[in-house]
């Protein structure tokens, strides 16, 4: 990845800065964290004071694992075909015929197999060198992800060949789930929609738009609800993802700033809501 000089030069400024300066050119207003109040602002709270090794371990795709494992059961893990330091070192035969290439310290960074017989080995290797050259932290300066060691791991393929199955976002306050996000239509039309722990669908949006109709209660929801309860337990603020299969619940990843803390919801007034569900260890008695 080529580091241009601009670039060079804006590494180089303080994270309270950058943060700053991003917060107020994307919400107009100059960024509260002495007193915070909305959401937005009490994750930038987080990002700043929260320096638990645990949170780099659960934002790491790899180190997670143990995490999961250890809380809720190994059942609920994807089939882990692989860890790599590099792509150098893939051995794509030993892969089965579909599968999902993720980077360990980036948000977003997944390649699709479908077929592997039809995989590109020399681009997804160039593309998954480039990634890893580069952390997630600096874009938003999230410290969740400063520290994760750059690494790709293969694994299992969930759901239809042509078809995602619909992605389950518990946000957790203080081990308690209180909204689930749900997108839906990855590979067609990306959707999203919010959810209370009733099946209610919130009157509020980020970013895309609400699916025509509403999606249907999930088979696992209480299994869901009471595995998002143990993942998030003595953390102030964190998203569990999991998804829904036929047979079982399995986990997706676990997020601490969603939108690198810079989401605008409509109506604006849910991020003072949200955020006054976020008690900071300042908050408390």
């Known amino acids: 990845m080529i580091v241009t000089i601009h670039q060079w030069l804006h590494d180089r400024r303080p994270d309270s800065w950058v943060q700053r300066r991003q917060f107020q050119l994307n919400f107009g207003r100059p960024l509260n964290v002495n007193h915070p109040e909305t959401f937005n602002e009490k994750l930038h709270w ?9 949170v780099t371990q659960c934002s790491d795709k790899f180190a997670v694992r143990d995490y999961v494992r250890d809380r809720v059961g190994a059942s609920y893990l994807t089939k882990l075909y692989g860890v790599w330091d590099g792509p150098g070192t893939m051995d794509f035969s030993t892969m089965p015929s579909r599968y999902v290439l993720k980077t360990t310290h980036g948000s977003g960074q997944n390649i699709l197999v479908p077929d592997s017989s039809r995989l590109d080995q020399y681009e997804a290797r ?12 600096w874009l938003w300066r999230e410290w969740a992800y400063k520290h994760i060691p750059p690494r790709v791991i293969a694994e299992e393929w969930l759901g239809e060949m042509q078809q995602s199955p619909p992605d389950y976002k518990f946000s957790c306050f203080s081990g308690v ?3 689930i996000q749900v997108d839906t239509g990855r590979f067609t039309q990306p959707c999203r929609a919010f959810y209370d722990l009733d099946w209610n669908v919130l009157p ?14 999930p088979k696992h929801l209480d299994e869901m609800l009471h595995v998002a309860h143990i993942l998030s337990r003595d953390h102030p603020f964190v998203r569990v993802d999991l998804y829904d299969l036929p047979s079982r619940v399995v986990f997706g990843e676990m997020t601490w700033y969603p939108g690198g803390a810079s989401d605008h919801y409509t109506p604006e007034s849910w991020d003072l809501t949200l955020g006054s569900w976020l008690r900071l260890p300042s908050e408390r008695e």
């Open 46 to 54: 987080l990002m700043r004071n929260d320096r638990r090794p645990v």
């Open 126 to 137: 160039r593309q998954l060198a480039s990634w890893l050259t580069r952390s997630n932290y």
């Open 177 to 179: 789930p209180k909204v």
């Open 204 to 217: 509020f949006d980020v970013k895309l738009k609400r699916p025509s109709q509403p999606s249907p209660r």
